[in-house]
């Protein structure tokens, strides 16, 4: 039971920065076209600086970018739960 649960703790923590990626990705390309492929590459978008910035220049709160964060916080809390070390 435990190598199912670290098993879906790690797919919901790799799953929800692989999604957080794709939407900083498609946000810097959507802002800055060819330069902001180029720069979402080379930064990370951090953790509070990127949805203040996407809510000030699209004007919505980034409410799916939290709820895929909250996601990967509890892929890793199923990860350490399950987890064998002690």
Known sequence: MRAIGLA????MWIGAGIVT???????MSKWLGL???????IFSPGVVIFPVVFWIVE??????YFIVW????????IAGISSNSE
Request: proline share 3%; hydrophobic share 70%; no cysteine.
């Open 8 to 11: 879906v703790g790690y797919l």
């Open 21 to 27: 990626f794709v939407f900083w990705f498609a946000a």
């Open 35 to 41: 330069l902001g492929k180029i720069l979402a590459i």
């Open 59 to 64: 004007g919505v709160f980034p409410s799916f």
């Open 70 to 77: 909250g996601v990967g916080i509890v892929g890793i809390i």
